[in-house]
Structures are given as structure tokens and as C-alpha cells.
């Protein structure tokens, strides 16, 4: 009877803790200028939005935005997909996050989540993180790691949104 109610207890805090197939949650993170902003506001006009956490010490992280920069002009102009990077760098390593970006030529958005509220409210243990949202802002599927050509199986999925058509979680 105890190891049920561990159980149950368990699965019921998982469950609370997660936010998949959810919208981004009312969690303020920061701009690169220093201004509060709510995750929640994220959006991308009725258009998929691709949100990916990240830390400027994580290599793979590092690789996947960089592949995914190489492409997201087209991307955009093809579906309209929104790239939005999420540093989980803490307050003493957020200063390096502005320079660091700078100096790979993203120009894509990247907000700070120094306390790591929103990290913990996604249930983002693992990163690179990465996070699909469909055009009404619902998070439709999420991948942890990264491996060449991830990216291209992203794109893939942000195809299928942009034409209206739904993913199957696997």
C-alpha cells in the first residue's frame, strides 16, 4: 500500500511540474537589455515559433543554434517560424550571454532565465532544450540533445504546423 502511494504521490508531482502540451507559462525572463518581459507574451502572430534553451558553456547547445542560424532566414521566409533562445546562464554568468551572441551573429531573440523559473516550470532538465510551438502558442513537441541534423528534422515538423497540419508526438 505504501509503494502506491509513493507512486501516486510521485506521478501527481510530475504531472504538476510539467507543461507539455501547454502554453508558455506567465514566468518573467529578461532581454538582453536588461528588461522583464513575460514568457507568456512570446508569440509569433499565429505562426510557429521554435523556443530552445540554452547556456553559453553548453557546446551542443551551441552547435544547434548555430546550424539553425544558418538556416533560419529561410525558414522564416518560408513558414514564418520564430527562433527564440532562452540562456539559462545564472545572474553572475548572464553578462557574457550579450558579447557571446554577438560574437556568433544570431540575430534571432534570446532572453535570459537567470533564476531558472521557467526552465524548472517547463521541466527543462537537460538542455539543449528545444520547445515547438503551433500558432496558437500550445507547446506541440519538445527534443533534449543535440545531433547533426536535428535541425533538419525540426524544420520538418515547422513545415507541417505552417500548413496547418498537426505532429504526432513519438
Known amino acids: 500500500m505504501k509503494k502506491w502511494i509513493a507512486l501516486f504521490a510521485l506521478l501527481a508531482v ?7 502540451n501547454g502554453k508558455m507559462p506567465d ?21 510557429p515559433m521554435v523556443v530552445s534553451f540554452w547556456a553559453t558553456w553548453c557546446k551542443p547547445c551551441v552547435r544547434e543554434l548555430n546550424a539553425i542560424n544558418e538556416q533560419i532566414v529561410d525558414w522564416e521566409d518560408e513558414t514564418g517560424v520564430k527562433l527564440v533562445a532562452i540562456s539559462i546562464d545564472d545572474s553572475r554568468q548572464s553578462a557574457r550571454v550579450r558579447p557571446f551572441v554577438a560574437s556568433q551573429g544570431w540575430e534571432y531573440e534570446v532572453y535570459l532565465d537567470e533564476n531558472s523559473e521557467l526552465r524548472r516550470a517547463l521541466n527543462v532538465n537537460n538542455i539543449p532544450h528545444t520547445f515547438l510551438l503551433n500558432g496558437a502558442g500550445e507547446i506541440v513537441w519538445q527534443h533534449n540533445g543535440y545531433f547533426p541534423g536535428d535541425e533538419d528534422h525540426l524544420y520538418e515538423l515547422v513545415q507541417k504546423l505552417a500548413k496547418g497540419e498537426t505532429i504526432e508526438h513519438k
Do not use: F, P
Not at 510530475?14 to 507539455?20: D, K, Y
Not at 514566468?27 to 505562426?47: E, F, P, Q
Open 14 to 20: 510530475s504531472l504538476g511540474n510539467t507543461n507539455s
Open 27 to 47: 514566468i518573467k525572463i529578461k532581454d538582453l537589455n536588461g528588461s522583464l518581459i513575460s514568457a507568456s507574451s512570446l508569440t509569433n502572430n499565429g505562426k
